[in-house]
């Protein structure tokens, strides 16, 4: 259970206060217990581990994260940015410190932040910029199903319905038990008026969903997820 995670990495910072592992351990569960009073405790922490190791692009794009969590858009923009720009973008060396190894920013990392900065961009209604960086990111990783996604749903935003199809079809063949893409595929085809496609959609998102809170909805919906 996250609260007793949570006790535990309390109690373990109590012996080693420094220890950084503990401490991102920490703020990821804090995260999880998705509420704006353990966000703001996740972002101090990773702002602390910033502070402290400004070299480390997994805690940037965890307290990025955390700010797209908040609602706070802007501000997830600007790390995301920093972190691109970083001059070590394609530095994939491993550096210890505290005893443990953490990732420098890797190419895994540089394209999680592509599509993250994406979706983004995305939330703000700037769905150009979201394009350009969904595309972007593909040409290096064109096996990103959640690119492919997120890429159909901005086409979806700009009325490039024919754009949209396409791109969840190709998340789909990457990733054929994607709930979210069925959704958004059904979204599409509502769009053209293929009401019997849209319904194979839905009923396919509908039989690989788990009690993981995804919203199934109705062909009435008129915004695609991410």
């Known amino acids: 259970h996250v609260d007793y995670t949570i006790i535990y ?23 999880r217990k998705n509420n704006n009073e353990d966000y703001v405790r996740a972002q101090n922490i990773f702002k602390y581990i910033v502070k402290k190791h400004p070299e480390l692009a997994e805690a940037k794009m965890q307290l990025a994260i955390t700010f797209q969590l908040q609602g706070r858009i802007g501000d997830a923009i600007n790390v995301y940015n920093e972190i691109i720009k970083a001059r070590n973008h394609h530095n994939s060396e491993i550096v210890e410190m505290d005893e443990v190894f953490v990732q420098s920013l890797t190419n895994e990392i ?3 932040v592509m599509v993250n900065l994406g979706a983004a961009h995305q939330e703000s209604g700037h769905f150009k910029k979201a394009i350009y960086l ?35 079809m190709k998340a789909i063949d990457i990733d054929p038990d994607s709930s979210e893409a069925y959704v958004n595929l059904g979204v599409a085809y509502y769009e053209y008026g293929k009401l019997q496609d849209c319904a194979d959609a839905y009923n396919k998102a509908y039989s690989l969903t788990k009690n993981d809170g995804l919203l199934i909805r109705l062909a009435t919906m008129t915004l695609p997820i991410m």
Not at 10 to 19: D, I, M
Not at 144 to 163: K, T
């Open 110 to 112: 540089r394209q999680t």
């Open 134 to 168: 969904y595309r972007r990111n593909l040409e290096e990783l064109p096996s990103d199903a959640r690119a492919w996604n997120n890429l159909g749903s901005s086409l979806w935003q700009i009325g490039d319905a024919q754009g949209s199809v396409d791109a969840y």
């Open 9 to 31: 990495y309390e109690n373990l910072l109590k012996l080693r206060p420094n220890y950084l592992n503990y401490q991102f351990n920490l703020a990821m569960n804090l995260r």
